[in-house]
C-alpha cells in the first residue's frame, strides 16, 4: 500500500503536456538546466569510457605496428614483450578493438540521455489520452524546443514542412 502512495507521489511530480495532434513543436523552459541539474554522471561510466580510451590507444598502436612494423623478426631463447608485440599485431589490434567498442557499450548502457529522462519526468497527452513517448520519435532543438511525432517519416516531413514555412517568411 505504501510503494503505491509513493509511485502515485511520483506520478504527481511528472510535468504534463497536451496535445491535439502529432506532430507538434512545444517548449518546456528550463528543461536543459534541470536535466544538468538533475542527472549526476555515473562513475562507473567514467571507468569503461577510460577502459575504451585504453583499449583504443592499444588497437591504435598494434595497428600502426601492422604498417610500419618489421618484416623479418628474429627470435632467440623467451619472447620479451615488445617482439611478441610485433610477432602478434593482428590478433592484438581485432581483440582491443572489440574490447573498446564493448567497453563503450557498456558505458553508454550506464549513462542517463535526456530523452529517457524526458520520458521519466514527462507525461505527453494527445487528445486526452497519455502515450508513451518511449514509442515515438523526440528530438530536441536550441532553446527548450522540442518536436514529437509518430515516427522518423512523419518528423522529417515535418520538419521539411516548418523549414519551408520559414525559407517563405524571408
Partial sequence: MENNMESNKMESNKMRIDFDALPAVFTIKGFTAIYNANVKSNPKEKFWLILAIV????????????MVGPDHLYIQGDMSLS?????????IASVSFVLACGCIQIGSQLS????????????????????DATGYEV?????????IAKDSDELNSYIDQL???LQGVD
Avoid at 598502436?61 to 601492422?66: D, K
Avoid at 617482439?83 to 590478433?91: A, D, K, T, V
Fill in 55 to 66: 583499449f583504443g590507444c592499444i588497437f591504435i598502436a598494434s595497428f600502426f605496428t601492422i
Fill in 83 to 91: 617482439e611478441f608485440w610485433q610477432l602478434y599485431p593482428g590478433p
Fill in 112 to 131: 542517463t540521455n535526456w530523452k529517457s529522462y524526458f520520458n521519466d519526468s514527462i507525461d505527453v497527452y494527445v487528445d486526452s489520452k497519455i502515450i
Fill in 139 to 147: 528530438v530536441i532543438l536550441e532553446n527548450d524546443h522540442f518536436i
Fill in 163 to 165: 523549414s519551408s514555412q
